[in-house]
């Protein structure tokens, strides 16, 4: 093909300096915050970056100004843990579930993903009225968990009847052929080959427990989550101390993240090879 | 190959009903599939064929009748126990398993120990040359090799009978003639019944003992290939095989086991019959494509001839060691005449010319229900 057809429409220079300034917005402000966590003594909150350390690092995990990081940190971690646990396990479950259609599958569907669309402080004013109203303390492993849920289980729905949806019958109907339970189908046919996709409701349950503030806000009781602890923080302490928290999480949810993707393509691997 | 499994594998269907809700898919069926046959269930989409294989197989319930394998009623059993084996129509290979253990998967399953069950995979793999191969997944295996190794998985269950739903519809045409040469073959080797559902004639001509033509849940006609084809039972079986013309017309008289028709555009027609029909009789009767003479019409025609149909020429499609010539004909769906090609070119006739088709009065087969304008037997049923 003669070189001037190959000439690039002007709509491509349009889009790509689009696709710039939105890469920009999404990782500018997370590196500045990388490079100022490493700010010296000079303690100053702003540009330039001067006698670079890790001193801020340091005054995180012994907390003499800061507030109680290493705490939150020690109650959002596991909150993530548990709520990724039980998302990926009612949504399996319910997956299987609504693969046989059943009267009402529809509405309840509906019920379960619309909690997607009610704001997340309202619900937490609501958990909170609630348990108040039931006599429950607010907790972090109990009203907050509650909370998570509900906002990680309609992605982990979402996702998983994606999958099942489109998974063939045939597949358990060839194990039923060669002799295999159900149980049997389940556990060494249908499980392995969505795999994958629980490896994604696994991380969706993680990350999203792991970040939430509106949900926590209420519901945690008197001792904060890491998300919390942060937007405290950013009220009263006037350190790069904030800087190295943000680094430290974000380094966080990124592990979590190269994990779930590492898995699944070592999968996918192992699957082509 | 040693037979597999000396049990018989004669299957027989007693008032076979199954639904859908209201849809009703099978319509009280009685089949008998005899031990070590191969036994083709042909038909449109839709017309039942494959809710009956599954129903072999224990993937359906029937709604109400039996089933019998060998001796044993075994509606209500597992496909294990039922001693069936099916390949489904996309194969169903387990895609996170190798070939290896997709094949090993009914031994695993029956608990078999490791070492054992990749021997016995292994020999199977052998069987149907992809022992080679066996380290892979299935993605990476091209569509025959998919399929042979569905065959491996299904013949390791040592069945007495082996279901295919629609085993060849995934290939490409030179594959699908190939395959269907082994599994032929395997068949003869194996001795045992094997049921193959099909929607492609010719499939089912080259390979079946038995032919099933079915209709919207009903069988027409269940015979030998070369019966289905020569002497369908119906107007429906003659155009779903494609290779009939069919006509009908009411009986004027018989003579010397000769009748004598007249058709509804006065066309007088003569069937050398072996029936006995009586004056008055409407009657549908079939002749193949290819036992029909052409001409071109003479321009000033005398009285007209007796089992000679008049119309003009549709189009004419070139089919190698045949010319297909369909003739639009008042009065009649479609009329077709397969001409050797040797002698069309002879004297070549082209769309739009007025032609006269002819047959012998033996090549006319009667056919046991009058023909009702029946639809085209692709339509959605």
Request: proline share 6%.
């Given at each position: 093909m003669?070189?001037?057809?190959e000439?690039?429409p002007?709509t491509f220079y349009?889009?790509?300096t689009l696709m710039a300034?939105f890469?920009l917005?999404l990782?500018g402000?997370?590196?500045?915050?990388l490079?100022l966590?490493f700010?010296?003594t000079?303690?100053?909150l702003?540009f330039?970056?001067?006698d670079?350390?890790?001193?801020?690092?340091?005054?995180?995990?012994n907390?003499t100004?800061v507030?109680?990081v290493?705490?939150?940190f020690s109650r959002?971690?596991?909150?993530?843990?548990?709520?990724?646990?039980l998302?990926v396990?009612?949504?399996?479950?319910?997956?299987?579930?609504?693969?046989?259609r059943?009267g009402g599958a529809?509405?309840?569907?509906?019920?379960?993903i619309s909690?997607l669309?009610?704001?997340?402080?309202?619900?937490?004013?609501?958990?909170?009225v609630?348990a108040?109203?039931l006599?429950?303390?607010?907790?972090?492993?109990?009203?907050?968990?509650?909370?998570?849920?509900?906002?990680?289980?309609?992605?982990?729905?979402?996702?998983m009847?994606a999958i099942l949806?489109?998974?063939?019958p045939?597949?358990e109907?060839?194990a039923?052929d060669l002799?295999?339970s159900?149980w049997?189908s389940?556990k060494?046919?249908?499980?392995?080959i969505v795999f994958?996709?629980?490896i994604?409701?696994?991380l969706?349950?993680?990350?999203l427990?792991y970040d939430?503030?509106p949900?926590?806000?209420?519901t945690?009781?008197?001792?904060?989550?890491?998300?919390?602890?942060?937007?405290?923080?950013?009220?009263n302490?006037?350190?790069?101390?904030?800087?190295?928290?943000g680094?430290?999480?974000?380094v966080?949810?990124?592990?979590?993240i190269?994990?779930?993707?590492?898995?699944?393509?070592?999968?996918?691997?192992r699957r082509?090879? | 190959m040693q037979a597999?499994n000396s049990?018989?594998g004669?299957?027989?269907?007693?008032?076979?009903t199954?639904k859908?809700g209201?849809?009703v898919a099978v319509?009280?069926i009685n089949?008998?599939i005899?031990?070590?046959s191969?036994c083709c269930?042909l038909?449109?989409?839709?017309?039942g064929?494959?809710?009956?294989?599954?129903?072999?197989a224990g993937?359906?319930?029937p709604?109400?009748g039996?089933?019998?394998i060998?001796e044993n009623m075994?509606?209500?059993?597992?496909?294990?126990?039922?001693?069936?084996?099916m390949?489904?129509?996309?194969?169903a290979?387990f895609?996170?398993?190798?070939?290896r253990?997709?094949?090993?998967?009914?031994?695993?399953?029956?608990?078999?120990?490791?070492e054992e069950?990749?021997?016995?995979?292994?020999?199977?793999l052998?069987r149907v040359?992809?022992?080679?191969?066996?380290?892979?997944?299935?993605a990476?295996?091209s569509?025959?090799?998919q399929q042979?190794v569905a065959?491996?998985?299904?013949?390791?269950t040592?069945?007495?009978?082996l279901l295919?739903?629609?085993?060849l519809s995934a290939?490409?045409?030179?594959?699908r003639?190939?395959?269907r040469?082994?599994l032929?073959?395997?068949?003869?080797?194996?001795g045992?019944?094997?049921?193959?559902?099909?929607?492609?004639?010719?499939?089912?001509i080259?390979?079946?003992?038995?032919v099933v033509?079915m209709?919207?849940?009903r069988i027409d006609?269940?015979?030998?290939a070369r019966?289905?084809?020569?002497?369908?039972a119906?107007?429906?079986?003659?155009r779903f095989?494609g290779?009939?013309?069919?006509?009908?017309?009411?009986?004027?008289g018989?003579?010397?086991g000769?009748?004598f028709?007249?058709?509804a555009?006065?066309?007088?027609?003569?069937?050398?019959?072996?029936r006995?029909?009586k004056a008055?009789?409407?009657?549908?009767?079939?002749?193949?494509r290819d036992?029909?003479?052409?001409?071109r019409?003479?321009k000033?025609s005398g009285?007209?001839?007796?089992?000679?149909?008049?119309?003009?020429i549709?189009?004419?499609?070139?089919?190698g060691n045949?010319?297909?010539v369909?003739i639009d004909?008042?009065?009649?769906?479609?009329?077709?005449?397969?001409?050797p090609?040797a002698?069309?070119?002879?004297?070549?006739i082209?769309p739009?010319?007025?032609v006269?088709?002819?047959?012998n009065r033996?090549q006319?087969?009667?056919?046991?229900e009058v023909d009702?304008g029946?639809?085209d037997?692709?339509?959605a049923?």
């Open positions: 003669p070189s001037s057809l000439r690039r002007w349009v889009l790509a300034l890469v917005f990782y402000p997370m590196i500045s915050v490079i966590s700010q010296g000079s303690a100053s702003s330039p970056l001067r670079p350390s890790l001193i801020w690092f340091d005054e995180l995990f907390p100004r507030g109680d290493p705490g939150a959002s971690l596991p909150l993530a843990v548990i709520v990724m646990v998302t396990l009612i949504s399996v479950t319910a997956g299987f579930g609504f693969r046989r059943f529809g509405a309840l569907f509906y019920m379960a909690s669309i009610i704001p997340g402080l309202v619900l937490s004013i609501g958990i909170l609630t108040q109203f006599g429950i303390s607010a907790s972090w492993y109990g009203t907050a968990l509650g909370a998570h849920l509900t906002w990680t289980l309609p992605f982990g729905l979402l996702i009847f949806g489109r998974l063939s045939s597949y109907e060839a039923f002799g295999a159900r049997q389940i060494d046919v249908v499980v392995p994958p996709g629980m994604a409701v696994a969706f349950g993680f990350t427990s939430e503030f949900r926590s806000w209420l945690v009781g008197t001792k904060n989550t890491l998300p919390l602890e942060i937007w405290t923080m950013t009220t302490v006037t350190s790069p101390a904030l800087y190295a928290l680094t430290t999480t974000t966080i949810s990124f592990l979590v190269a994990l779930a993707l590492g898995s699944i393509i070592l999968i996918q691997r082509s090879k | 597999l049990e018989s004669e299957i027989r269907l007693v008032n076979l199954k859908f209201e849809t319509k009280d089949l008998t005899p031990h070590g191969y269930l038909g449109p989409s839709g017309c064929k494959t809710t009956i294989l599954r129903m072999i993937h359906e319930t709604s109400s039996e089933i019998f060998g075994v509606v209500g059993l597992p496909p294990v126990q039922r001693g069936t084996a390949m489904f129509q996309s194969y290979l895609p996170h398993l190798s070939i253990d997709n094949v090993a998967f009914y031994l695993k399953m029956r608990g078999v120990a490791k069950r990749r021997r016995q995979a292994d020999e199977m052998e040359q992809l022992a080679h191969l066996r380290d892979r997944m299935p990476q295996l569509g025959g090799q042979r065959l491996a998985r299904s013949l390791i040592n069945p007495r009978v295919l739903d629609e085993p290939l490409d045409e030179f594959l003639l190939q395959m040469g082994e032929k073959a395997l068949q003869n080797e194996l045992i019944t094997f049921v193959h559902v099909t929607h492609t004639q010719p499939e089912a080259a390979l079946a003992d038995m033509v209709d919207n849940g006609q269940a015979a030998s019966e289905i084809f020569n002497t369908p119906t107007p429906y079986v003659a095989m290779a009939q013309n069919v006509m009908t017309g009411t009986v004027q018989m003579s010397n000769v009748a028709l007249k058709g555009q006065g066309v007088s027609f003569e069937i050398a019959g072996k006995d029909l008055g009789d409407t009657v549908s009767f079939a002749v193949r036992r029909i003479a052409t001409h019409r003479a000033a009285p007209q001839p007796v089992n000679a149909i008049v119309g003009r549709d189009a004419i499609e070139y089919q045949f010319v297909k369909s004909v008042p009065g009649l769906d479609s009329f077709v005449a397969n001409v090609d002698e069309y070119f002879v004297e070549p082209k739009g010319d007025e006269t088709a002819s047959w033996e006319a087969h009667v056919l046991d009702t029946s639809s037997p692709y339509a049923s």
